[in-house]
């Protein structure tokens, strides 16, 4: 399908980019999966173990580097948990690594076993009412795993001699970065930097439209930290408040952004969610399993403007930008705002719809 200057692609990026010439896209900005199962979802699995997962993400990095061209810049997405298979991925495909962008956010939750109520349990002093998991900190979500108290991390004494020697142990910090892996395929063969930005095009990064304030010329150069605005990061940065700021901010993605372009769906969930279990306007009863899967219901979706900030970093003017993880389409919404033309691949049939309507 090919809207205006973006082409979506439907299918496994690994068979669909074996149609793609080799040496015609600019750059590569990608959030793939992390093998982690994020929310139980299979296309997050790690397909069987570390050497399974490295050699599958090899293969699609090594089409990846195919189709782009030489000293064409990527910028892939990991988290910290597993960025060493990424990163081993990208180099095992023939990529060198440059740096590293970490993206810093104060939002995010712990998922740490409370050690003291695990032995208590295991000990039959404590009733199995749930698990173990509990949450702390800012951003607490008492719902997560079971847990009866947002406090319970703290609040828990001991009932047993070992539980109250253990308490106040766990088992995982909060998570508060996420790692953009920034890679180069080599430049051609015996070129200068020079000489492959003036045959190709690709070789540099946009220095000057990643530029830090209002005017590119004297912002602060970019740097290899991203920023969420309104948090604790803020803390970092002292001159934000009273200047111009040193690093780049990026707000958290608004239900009106995740949601553009398919209102008509989510106007038809808010009026069945506010008289569940009657007609709603058109007469018909809200069906269950639609409405929980009206809108972009898509798990992990990235805002434009960091999108939008990180193509300018890496790709030449009016370039071709490659996602073959697109989900649901944010890179590529945010090419086509900023006026590059894009290629985006996914496989699961109602990512991918998404991903049209948002474009659309
Ligand atoms: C982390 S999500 C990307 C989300 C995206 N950044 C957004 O804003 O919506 C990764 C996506 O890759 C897709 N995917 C996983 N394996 C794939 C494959 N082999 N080929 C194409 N897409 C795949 C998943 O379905 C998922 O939508």
Not at 66 to 83: F, I, M
Not at 116 to 121: F, P, Q
Not at 329 to 344: D, H, I, M, P
Request: aromatic share 6%; with cysteine; proline share 5%.
């Amino acid at each position: 399908v090919s809207i205006t200057n973006s082409v979506l692609l439907q299918g496994d990026c690994l068979e669909t980019l074996r149609d793609i010439p080799n040496d015609s896209i600019d750059s590569l900005i990608t959030d793939p999966p992390a093998g982690i199962s994020f929310m139980g979802k299979s296309w997050d699995d790690d397909k069987g173990g570390r050497k399974q997962w490295v050699a599958w993400m090899t293969d699609v990095m090594t089409e990846c580097l195919r189709v782009l061209k030489p000293g064409a810049h990527g910028l892939v997405w990991a988290l910290p948990r597993t960025s060493h298979w990424t990163a081993t991925a990208l180099e095992d495909a023939g990529f060198e690594v440059r740096d590293v962008v970490t993206h810093l956010f104060g939002s995010g939750f712990p998922k740490s076993l409370n050690v003291s109520i695990a032995i208590d349990k295991a000990a039959g002093a404590l009733k199995a009412r749930g698990k173990a998991f509990v949450t702390a900190g800012a951003g607490d979500r008492s719902d997560i795993q079971g847990t009866s108290s947002a406090d319970a991390f703290n609040q828990h004494a001991g009932i047993t001699d070992a539980a109250k020697v253990w308490q106040g142990w766990g088992t995982a910090l909060k998570p508060a970065s996420e790692h953009w892996i920034l890679v180069r395929k080599p430049l051609e063969h015996k070129h200068t930097v020079a000489a492959n930005v003036l045959k190709h095009g690709t070789g540099g990064i946009n220095i000057d439209a990643s530029r830090v304030g209002e005017s590119s010329a004297q912002g602060r150069f970019p740097a290899n930290l991203v920023l969420t605005e309104g948090e604790a990061t803020e803390m970092l940065d002292a001159q934000a408040s009273q200047e111009v700021s040193r690093f780049f901010y990026c707000a958290k993605i608004s239900r009106s952004e995740r949601h553009a372009g398919l209102e008509k769906a989510v106007d038809a969930k808010r009026m069945s969610d506010a008289r569940p279990n009657s007609p709603d306007m058109t007469g018909k009863f809200p069906d269950h399993d639609g409405r929980e899967k009206t809108g972009n219901h898509h798990p992990t979706v990235k805002p434009k403007k960091l999108m939008s900030y990180l193509i300018r970093m890496i790709t030449p003017p009016g370039g071709v930008v490659l996602d073959p993880f697109m989900g649901s389409g944010s890179t590529g919404l945010a090419a086509k705002e900023a006026g590059f033309s894009f290629l985006g691949v996914e496989k699961e049939p109602d990512y991918f719809k998404i991903a049209e309507q948002r474009l659309a």
